[in-house]
């Protein structure tokens, strides 16, 4: 990597971390002893550098995930929810993590949204390390770069859905307005409803256009179809594939429902806190057409 090599030159050009170049007026002996320990020191901090996880992610790659692991210790007994973890996710793709309870999927969503943190590996998003980030970056993060929908709508009853939606477009840099964010997701009509006057699809909805809204750069979906009916959580997804083809928004959708695999780009199997399996699909299902 270039950055590792000119790291190792600016060593070498000034004689060492923290120290100053200076010509020797002594000995050759002293010289060459001098040079043998700056040699020594570069080559030890070289082998620190070949540890070190490759941060240079290929081109489009917006999600770079390497080594991930994360242990939750209860007392003296240890849950190993993810282990050794690597994974891609790509610009403007929609991915599907496919497992059963227990395999690690909203671990992992959870890390990549910034909500959590790694027992150890590291997070690069856009080459960025979020493993050692602050609260505040965090906190800045997911403002800013992330939407989340859960499998509960979490809106707030006294709210119309513009309302709800305003939320979040109040505190955002560059939002959309809550009625443009409403209209994509086939709502433009229920602007002024209150969430007990839309159906549990159309709440889901809603909470689709609060997490666009902010114009995320990736959008975050944790089971969004798992509490509505089969009818109802097709037309959820297709507001979300709605979002990723017009808006461009890397979407990754955790279930256990392999039903829903089809819609994806790629497909992400995970079993016991590992991927078992990473496919393609070579054509992909409409929601509309989806069978489970």
């Not at 809106?155 to 840099?173: C, F, G, Q, Y």
Request: charged share 20%; glycine share 8%.
């Amino acid at each position: 990597m270039c950055w590792k090599k000119g790291f190792q030159e600016k060593i070498i050009l000034t004689g060492g971390v923290g120290e100053t170049a200076r010509p020797y007026a002594h000995s050759s002996h002293k010289k060459n002893w001098d040079v043998f320990l700056l040699g020594k020191r570069v080559n030890e901090l070289g082998k620190t550098l070949k540890s070190y996880p490759d941060t240079t992610a290929p081109p489009g790659v917006i999600f770079h995930i390497y080594g991930i692991s994360k242990v939750y210790r209860m007392g003296e007994v240890e849950v190993h929810a993810l282990r050794s973890i690597d994974l891609e996710l790509y610009e403007g793709e929609f991915v599907v993590l496919l497992g059963p309870s227990g395999s690690g999927k909203s671990t992992l969503l959870n890390i990549l949204g910034g909500l959590d943190v790694p027992t150890s590996g590291h997070v690069f998003f856009r080459n960025r390390d979020l493993t050692h980030a602050s609260e505040a970056e965090l906190t800045s993060f997911r403002r800013n770069c992330v939407g989340f929908v859960f499998q509960f709508y979490n809106l707030i009853p006294s709210l119309t859905a513009k309302e709800n939606v305003a939320l979040v477009t109040d505190i955002a840099r560059k939002p959309m307005r809550p009625e443009q964010a409403l209209e994509l997701v086939g709502l433009g009509d229920r602007l002024n409803h209150f969430p007990a006057q839309l159906s549990g699809g159309e709440q889901q909805r809603v909470a689709i256009a609060r997490a666009i809204a902010k114009r995320p750069e990736v959008l975050l979906c944790d089971e969004p179809t798992g509490a509505l009916d089969f009818q109802t959580g097709k037309l959820v997804l297709e507001a979300l594939e709605q979002v990723n083809r017009e808006l461009g928004t890397t979407t990754a959708v955790i279930t256990h429902n392999a039903g829903i695999a089809a819609m994806a780009d790629r497909v992400v199997t995970m079993r016991s806190g590992e991927i078992v399996s990473v496919w393609r699909n070579e054509i992909k299902v409409a929601p509309t057409q989806l069978e489970w």
